[in-house]
């Protein structure tokens, strides 16, 4: 099982605001478990604190904006994509001012620190959100679209479409999140040089300039007017008859804007709140779909809070039921664990089909046959208990008795025909004979029931 991580030590960033022209500081900081993604507004009263989820964006125009009440912080999805990319659960941004510096306008500096500190890894487990069927979000009016499909792990595929001489179609993939550094992290910003003067007179992009942003020049202008939008960002006047990318730096990669539209995918999904494995293909993407999207995957992770274990009925089990015997004393008609499809350190995921012919369906009733309550908690601890006494010597030496049970929560039937799923996990490590457990019981996607119990583990007399 993956573990949560966080940062080694803390490191700052320094530059100039792309929207606000502010000179400002980002600093990132390691968190606790399970902390999430929090941005701090140091330079308010108070110092409030946003949290980092999709809910709390309240502006996509030109960037990612964050607020919570009357703080409100932008253009983070290049900081947000570098900590998503590699791996990072847990950090606590504390920024000076009302957005994030746009340095180069890529998520290149960021990486460079985050890779001279370190990742560290802590004891929590990483809490993936899988994804089992499609997911989309569509834009009729302007042909944008995401959609996700499952897949083993986080993937992207984003193809742009503009109305373009210079920029017209392009394609940007990336496979595993292990490439992003190589591959997407330096990927900078773009805009039109049509787009510039309606930004400049919304009061946006006055600390943009060419060292950090693509500039495209694709429909051509009276030099007197071209000098003047390079006047007003700071940039050398250059003929108007030439059409093409005016910045300093030449294009990284030829299809640099479309990988920097992904890594503005990755920013964006940071804020889904956990890790995902599915693929992702998105088509014309912008921070308003990105936005939508992020804020239905979190919507369905809340009505599957609980995610089933993925169950292969095809695939080799990692304890047959002979070897449960060897570990467990029960027999008929109290064994109630057919297989084990899963095993680690902490953790255990066990299978359990029930038929008609259990033998307490004959007075469990005749004419409605339910699995007995009790019996779904027992099955349940059967399970922990494999994964405890697979771990001792001799296990037939040994027998596992409850001391406790807490929250158990029935909240579906279990009828003949059901496959059960169970997960259960060490909710701490053995010590002295005891152990504490957290176990879920599933059909299908659906938790069934739960419970928190502990047990002793006892050498047999």
């Avoid at 320094?14 to 400002?24: A, E, F, I, P």
């Avoid at 253009?75 to 180069?104: R, S």
């Avoid at 009276?222 to 910045?247: C, F, T, V």
């Avoid at 300093?248 to 995902?276: C, F, Q, S, T, Y």
Wanted: charged fraction near 25%.
């Amino acid at each position: 099982m993956y573990k949560q991580t966080t940062l080694k030590g803390s490191f700052s960033l320094c530059g100039k605001g792309l929207h606000t022209g502010l000179s400002l500081t980002a600093t990132f900081n390691p968190a606790p478990e399970n902390h999430g993604y929090k941005i701090q507004r140091i330079d308010l009263p108070g110092e409030p604190i946003i949290d980092a989820i999709a809910e709390n964006v309240i502006d996509t125009q030109r960037g990612t904006v964050l607020a919570k009440n009357d703080a409100r912080v932008s253009t983070i999805e290049h900081g947000m994509a570098a900590l998503y990319a590699l791996g990072i659960d847990n950090c606590l941004i504390q920024v000076n001012g009302p957005e994030f510096p746009i340095l180069d306008g890529s998520a290149i500096e960021y990486v460079k620190k985050i890779e001279q500190v370190g990742i560290e890894e802590q004891n929590a487990p990483k809490d993936y959100y899988v994804i089992r069927k499609k997911i989309e979000v569509k834009d009729e009016a302007t042909g944008s679209s995401i959609l996700i499909l499952p897949d083993e792990e986080f993937s992207i595929s984003s193809l742009i479409s503009f109305n373009s001489k210079v920029l017209a179609s392009s394609f940007a993939t990336l496979d595993s999140m292990e490439k992003f550094s190589k591959e997407i992290a330096a990927s900078r910003t773009f805009v039109f040089v049509r787009e510039i003067q309606p930004l400049l007179n919304a009061g946006l992009i006055k600390g943009g300039d060419l060292d950090n942003a693509i500039v495209i020049y694709e429909n051509q202008l009276p030099q007197e007017q071209l000098d003047k939008l390079a006047d007003l960002i700071g940039a050398e006047h250059r003929d108007a008859s030439q059409l093409g990318y005016l910045n300093h730096k030449p294009l990284v990669w030829d299809n640099e804007p479309a990988r920097h539209k992904l890594l503005d995918i990755i920013g964006d999904m940071a804020l889904i709140g956990r890790p995902i494995k599915g693929r992702i293909i998105a088509t014309r993407p912008g921070h308003t779909i990105n936005n939508k999207f992020a804020r239905l995957v979190r919507k369905e992770i809340r009505q599957h809070e609980v995610q089933a274990p993925t169950y292969d009925p095809n695939q080799e089990p990692i304890m047959d039921v002979n070897r449960i015997r060897e570990l467990l004393p029960h027999r008929y008609p109290m064994q109630l664990v057919d297989k084990v499809t899963e095993i680690g350190p902490n953790w255990i995921v066990g299978v359990k089909n029930v038929t008609s012919n259990e033998p307490f369906f004959q007075g469990h009733f005749p004419q409605e046959p339910v699995m007995p309550g009790v019996l779904l908690v027992e099955a349940m601890a059967q399970c922990g208990g494999l994964l405890v006494l697979n771990t001792v010597e001799e296990p037939e030496r040994w027998s596992t008795y409850f001391l406790k049970i807490d929250g158990v929560k029935f909240r579906q039937k279990v009828v003949p025909g059901d496959t059960l799923l169970f997960r259960v996990e060490l909710l701490a490590p053995v010590r002295r004979g005891i152990s504490s457990m957290k176990g879920y019981m599933f059909v299908g996607e659906k938790v069934v029931a739960e419970a928190t119990f502990t047990a002793q583990i006892v050498k047999n007399k």
